[in-house]
């Protein structure tokens, strides 16, 4: 099978040949028809000391399944958090990391919603959020922003503001139902929020605890780290809760499980629309994590085996 990989730090990505994986106590071995590229993904990269497996999001057919595996069987469609190598042909989705992918969705789809949904979701559940509430979305083009913007609507925010890098972004996220869109580099973040569901990180911390209210909230599901001074915290009586997709989805199934048929569900009612940036070969993995590093995308990026 194809597999992407790299050997130093920074890269370059290629592709080489790799013996198909056998599946493990709880595994599925999965042949993959859509991956997603991640933020996170593209981050280690250039930031983890040694080369990591490219995993992340997958969807395709299982193909064989390990001991212990009770909830698929070969020939069933699923999608996931893949830990190991997921840029591949075929890939190891731990069972518990997996979910169902309806038989009338592409693996597109169920790559660009799933998985990005959770993410959003899980975000959004963690902010507390009132009917009515301000809310404000960090990365709002991104793959997960795009749709955290749309849910904050749906769960019934009275008001939406989407943070972007580029200006020229702000169409797309104001199509997606957002009322206001701000970049970056604003002076001036708008009247303040009820609570910010945040997937940047490092510098934007500050700004993005300045856009809270008094005992406003802000979610922090990035990889990018960053410092918060307890002091801006202490004066608000603002809070800030970090959230984790994989916690959720190993510590609390039945939550996970929940959240899932809520997106399929959303998603049926054409109240939730993933929208996919652009699709690129396998051996263009680089050019696809081009688009994330540039920030130039709007929606999810997809590779296709």
């Known amino acids: 099978m194809r597999r992407v990989r790299?050997?130093?730090?920074?890269?370059?990505?290629?592709?080489?040949?790799a013996p198909v994986p056998e599946p493990g106590p709880g595994e599925l071995l999965v042949r993959t028809e859509a991956i997603g590229v991640t933020l996170p993904v593209v981050r280690k990269i250039t930031e983890a000391a040694e080369p990591v497996p490219l995993?992340?999001?997958?969807?395709?057919?299982?193909?064989?399944?390990g001991e212990g595996v009770t909830r698929f069987s070969p020939g069933e469609r699923v999608t996931?958090?893949?830990?190991?190598?997921?840029?591949?042909?075929?890939?190891l989705l731990h069972e518990a990391m997996a979910s169902p992918v309806p038989r009338d969705a592409g693996a597109v789809t169920a790559v660009a919603l799933v998985r990005s949904g959770l993410v959003a979701l899980g975000a959004l559940e963690a902010a507390r959020p009132e009917p009515g509430e301000?809310?404000?979305?960090?990365?709002?083009?991104g793959g997960v922003g795009h749709l955290a913007v749309q849910l904050a609507r749906t769960r019934g925010a009275g008001r939406v503001v989407g943070a972007v890098s580029d200006p020229a972004k702000a169409g797309f996220v104001r199509g997606l139902g957002a009322d206001h869109v701000i970049t970056y580099g604003d002076d001036s973040w708008g009247t303040p929020v009820d609570y910010v569901l945040d997937a940047v990180g490092g510098a934007l911390l500050t700004p993005?605890?300045?856009?809270l209210a008094p005992e406003g909230r802000l979610v922090a599901y990035s990889s990018g780290g960053g410092t918060v001074r307890a002091y801006d915290l202490l004066t608000g009586a603002k809070s800030v809760i970090g959230f984790q997709m994989a916690?959720?989805?190993r510590g609390r199934p039945e939550v996970y499980e929940q959240w899932r048929e809520e997106l399929w569900q959303l998603f049926a009612a054409g109240e939730l629309r993933p929208v996919v940036h652009g699709e690129f070969a396998l051996a263009d993995a680089a050019k696809a994590h081009g688009e994330i590093e540039a920030r130039t995308n709007r929606g999810k990026v997809v590779l296709i085996p």
């Open 80 to 91: 996931g958090l893949c830990f190991g190598h997921g840029y591949a042909d075929f890939a």
């Open 247 to 249: 916690r959720v989805a």
């Open 6 to 17: 790299y050997e130093s730090r920074g890269g370059p990505l290629f592709v080489e040949e």
């Open 55 to 65: 995993g992340g999001e997958i969807a395709g057919e299982v193909t064989a399944v």
């Open 208 to 211: 993005a605890l300045a856009a």
């Open 134 to 141: 301000a809310a404000l979305v960090t990365a709002a083009a």
